[in-house]
């Protein structure tokens, strides 16, 4: 998929101008890589379009260890909206992103989350599919 594909699917999802999606898509995906360990990052970077590698790559080498509510928080507060806003706008990243990379890699960055993702997490994966949570 490539980048603008996935901004238009992130603005479609959560009924926001590309704009608005961009900096929801930026602001996930930030979190999300302080959130994966350090090979985790490189290996979704890799699959990931250009502008959105550089995104992922700024996290560090060690996972922080944070729950959902925390995840939200931190979207929220890079993107300047609300909590609300930022969990659908997690959501809508993450049904994007499981588009546009391999499952086996989309399921490497999911079984990172604690069950608190739930919510997050599995409205991206496959019909019939589990996670085993960490």
């Known amino acids: 998929m490539n980048y603008d594909t996935f901004v238009v699917q992130v603005?479609?999802?959560?009924?926001?101008?590309?704009e608005q999606a961009v900096e929801l898509?930026?602001?996930?995906l930030e979190t999300l890589a302080d959130r994966l360990t350090g090979g985790e990052v490189l290996d979704l970077a890799v699959q990931l379009p250009q502008p959105l590698q550089l995104v992922v790559?700024?996290?560090?080498?060690?996972?922080?260890?944070?729950?959902?509510a925390?995840?939200?928080?931190?979207?929220?507060?890079?993107a300047r909206v609300d909590e609300e806003t930022a969990r659908g706008a997690a959501r809508a990243v993450f049904t994007t992103?499981?588009?546009a990379i391999t499952g086996a890699e989309f399921d490497d960055v999911a079984v990172?989350?604690?069950?608190?993702?739930?919510?997050m997490v599995e409205p991206a994966m496959a019909p019939g599919a589990t996670l085993r949570y960490s």
Do not use: H, I
């Open 11 to 18: 603005a479609r999802r959560t009924g926001t101008s590309s």
């Open 25 to 28: 898509t930026r602001a996930t």
């Open 57 to 68: 790559k700024g996290g560090g080498e060690a996972a922080e260890r944070f729950g959902a």
């Open 70 to 78: 925390e995840f939200v928080a931190r979207v929220a507060a890079r």
């Open 97 to 99: 992103l499981r588009e």
């Open 112 to 119: 990172q989350f604690p069950r608190d993702y739930r919510d």
